[in-house]
């Protein structure tokens, strides 16, 4: 089957696995700003208040690797339901606060567990790895960016809402529209997937701990892991730090501003080329190049010039890499694990990727406290995505699955 009637015959997962994700955990990245302030007004909450509830987000690393233990048992459809169902429940239960801080904090705990682990790519991106092979890339960089563009698109009638009929009304109307485009995403999983409508494979109901196992002795799974933690040091500080860096380097505020949004730009456009390279030359190739990026950005920042002329490139290798990632580990591991144990490896490696996001926020705090400012993080996070991306190429020397 050549590439683009590969594309056109799978249209349908294609969809479900992007606007699952879109109707699911992803949307609270988008939202929540949108949300906070009126929280804080009406209930009296403070930022810390707010900051403190923020650390359950570190459930997630539990929550994906046992969702993926799921789905590879009982496949997407059944998995990705129960997302679907508790996602618009959730949204109503915030919309009907009363004002006691533990409130939100059971919700969003239920968010992030519950809704998170069963809405997330580890999920959906298993209907893709089930039915695409050479289409694989550019099917999950599609997949990827549906979220964003929803959001994007959805976000100026949301805040509308909430600005001339309350943030009741606006968790509301989250509600129905999550429940509607969930229900379209489940309706769109293809009725002949193997794995969205009967057990995937029914001897993993049977040895609970067995393919974890299996998954952390591969030497795949090790290269992957500490590559993926060493290139992934810096990624609170691109996130929520990186105009701070800027400003402190002398940049002026109007182009630390263009700065970051041509970082959220570069973000898209990393996840739809690395997702073509993937389709055309050696995963290795290409995961080795894409992460070795951050490298470069990083160590062009740590010089502390205010060039525009360097700045801005730095800032799109940056960008280019943070949207890369999400395709190079679903590919990698498409390309290096069954598909029987699919989405446990890749719950398992996202579970690790927290992991590595919290080792590096640790990181960057302590050297802020050392030496004042960011340059010591940069020298270290950029040396050690250098090192990360080298581990990608070694890859070269296990055997792909397929």
């Not at 969809?15 to 879109?22: D, P, Y």
């Not at 598909?339 to 927290?354: D, E, M, R």
Request: glycine share 10%.
């Amino acid at each position: 089957m050549s590439y683009f009637r590969e594309l056109r015959v799978n249209w349908r997962c294609i969809v479900a696995s992007g606007l699952g994700q879109a109707a699911g955990y992803s949307v609270v990245n988008y939202v929540n700003n949108l949300f906070t302030p009126h929280l804080i007004e009406d209930f009296g909450w403070t930022r810390g208040d707010i900051a403190n509830v923020g650390v359950l987000l570190f459930l997630g690393i539990l929550a994906q690797p046992i969702a993926g233990r799921l789905t590879d048992a009982f496949g997407v459809r059944r998995v990705a339901l129960v997302g679907v169902i508790c996602a618009p429940v959730v949204w109503l239960a915030l919309g009907g606060m009363t004002g006691g801080l533990w409130q939100l904090a059971v919700l969003v705990t239920i968010q992030v567990v519950l809704i998170g682990g069963t809405t997330s790519a580890t999920i959906y991106s298993r209907l893709i790895a089930q039915d695409l092979d050479q289409a694989r890339g550019i099917a999950l960089a599609i997949a990827a960016v549906t979220p964003p563009a929803v959001a994007a698109a959805s976000i100026p009638l949301l805040s509308s809402i909430i600005e001339n009929h309350g943030w009741r009304a606006g968790y509301m109307a989250l509600a129905a529209g999550t429940a509607v485009a969930g229900l379209i995403a489940i309706s769109m999983i293809p009725r002949q997937a193997p794995a969205s409508d009967s057990v995937a494979d029914s001897s993993l109901a049977k040895r609970p701990l067995s393919h974890y196992v299996d998954i952390v002795k591969r030497p795949a799974f090790q290269l992957i892991m500490a590559g993926m933690l060493l290139c992934n040091l810096s990624f609170t500080l691109q996130t929520a730090q990186l105009k701070v860096v800027l400003l402190d380097h002398g940049v002026d505020a109007a182009t630390g501003t263009f700065a970051v949004s041509l970082f959220a730009f570069s973000v898209i456009a990393g996840r739809l080329l690395c997702g073509i390279a993937l389709d055309r030359f050696p995963a290795w190739l290409v995961s080795g190049i894409a992460m070795g990026l951050p490298g470069i950005g990083l160590g062009v920042l740590a010089t502390g010039t205010a060039d525009p002329m360097l700045v801005m490139p730095a800032i799109l290798m940056l960008g280019f890499a943070l949207g890369a990632e999400g395709d190079v580990l679903a590919y990698l591991v498409m390309r290096y694990f069954p598909l029987a144990i699919f989405s446990t490896a890749l719950g398992t490696l996202l579970g690790g990727l927290a992991m590595a996001i919290a080792l590096g926020s640790a990181l960057l705090s302590l050297t802020l406290e050392l030496s004042g400012g960011f340059t010591l993080f940069l020298v270290i996070s950029s040396a050690a995505a250098f090192l990360g991306a080298t581990l990608f190429f070694f890859l070269r020397r296990i055997r792909t699955e397929d």
